[in-house]
Nanobody
Framework: QVQLVESGGGLVQAGGSLRLSCAAS????????MGWFRQAPGKDREFVAH????????YSTETVKGRFTISRINAKNTVYLQMNSLKPEDTAVYYC??????????????WGQGTQVTVSS
């Protein structure tokens, strides 16, 4: 079973950038599709981005709108989320998730503990 640990969150001013990392252990990383999700206070968790084992990516258009980029380095067992042009509404706990099924729309069974991102205006 894979374990996931996010890092890279913090406080940033609007318009700034952050890069989140998610380190995986306990499984064969290249077997997993990876996703990023976020949950703001009082709101449901929402999908941000997805990447297959070989780098095919999909994004939530409404959330990302060209500002975020998901990537992975299989040799480092790590997936990243580069976030640019951050807005106060991007403030949330960001979670990474893993699944062996590479398809979109399939539930992620494995989750990290989350990392807080706060964007000040």
């Amino acid at each position: 079973q894979v374990q996931l640990v996010e890092s890279g969150g913090g406080l940033v001013q609007a318009g700034g950038s952050l890069r989140l990392s998610c380190a995986a252990s306990g499984g064969t990383f290249r077997n997993y599709a990876m996703g990023w999700f976020r949950q703001a206070p009082g709101k449901d968790r929402e999908f941000v981005a997805h990447i297959t084992w070989n780098g095919f990516t999909q994004y939530s258009t409404e959330t990302v709108k060209g500002r975020f980029t998901i990537s992975r380095i299989n040799a480092k067992n790590t997936v990243y989320l580069q976030m640019n042009s951050l807005k106060p509404e991007d403030t949330a706990v960001y979670y990474c998730a893993a699944k062996t099924d590479q398809r979109m729309g399939v539930t992620y069974p494995y989750w990290g503990q989350g990392t807080q991102v706060t964007v000040s205006s």
